[in-house]
């Protein structure tokens, strides 16, 4: 059966295990920053980055909140990435039908940076990145070394307050469930975002929008295809095949 995180936010302190954790398992080298004014470090995701604390401040009427998210791949059950990656280039993106994993393969350093950036639109939430040194899209493969060999994501090994949680769907489900029964007994707003959608469900306790603009399901292109509609952006990345087919 495919495998489900439960991402409670109730529960995050924002201590960024599970960002450490990820970099330290991927091997992956810092990210030069500069204090821009929030605690949120690095600025957002990367090539070197799959898993990233976000921090929003929120100012209510007697206190200041946050609220943290901590952002990653959502492992779409219909990922649109994959949709515009198979009119390019069938294989460049596949999806595990045992775990569920959306991966990534080297077959993406076959796609120009233009069509790289045309099937990273393509995703809902704004989540893949370009790695421009290995001419490559990336982004989190849900530790798939990992849990083909009886283990966990780095980032759930490593969370210490129950934040993060991995396993079968249906025990995630029921357990997204119970969690979110108890927290809206403080936190009337709390949901579960886009479960039937992804496998990577989020509780939240405020309006998904506080949180990022990402952080909410958007058909939407991310960027400078923001004005063509699906079925535009589709044709657009099926062109260089219908080119090559004659």
Not at 143 to 157: E, M, Q, S
Request: net charge positive; proline share 7%.
């Amino acid at each position: 059966m495919p495998k489900t995180f439960l991402i409670d936010t109730s529960r995050c302190t924002a201590c960024r295990g599970c960002q450490v954790a990820c970099k330290e398992w991927k091997n992956f080298p810092a990210v030069h920053t500069k204090q821009t004014g929030t605690h949120q470090n690095p600025p957002d995701l990367g090539p070197y980055t799959f898993k990233l604390i976000r921090f929003k401040e929120y100012k209510m009427k007697e206190r200041v909140e946050w609220l943290f998210f901590p952002e990653q791949c959502r492992h779409c059950h219909a990922p649109g990435c994959k949709e515009g990656a198979d009119a390019i280039l069938p294989g460049a993106i596949i999806k595990d039908e045992k775990t569920g994993a959306v991966l990534y393969t080297d077959l993406t350093k076959k796609f120009t940076p233009e069509q790289a950036e045309d099937v990273r639109v393509m995703c809902p939430y704004n989540v893949p990145r370009w790695d421009p040194a290995e001419g490559k899209l990336t982004k989190c493969d849900m530790c798939f070394d990992r849990i083909t060999n009886g283990g966990v994501p780095a980032c759930v090994k490593t969370c210490c307050t129950g934040c993060m949680n991995f396993g079968e769907r249906e025990a995630m489900l029921k357990l997204g469930e119970e969690r979110l029964a108890k927290v809206k007994k403080t936190y009337p707003k709390a949901q579960l975002l886009d479960p039937e959608d992804v496998s990577v469900i989020y509780l939240v306790t405020e309006d998904r929008k506080l949180y990022h603009e990402y952080a909410e399901r958007t058909d939407a292109p991310a960027t400078r295809l923001a004005g063509m509609t699906r079925q535009e952006l589709l044709g657009r990345v099926a062109k260089p095949l219908r080119n090559l087919l004659g």
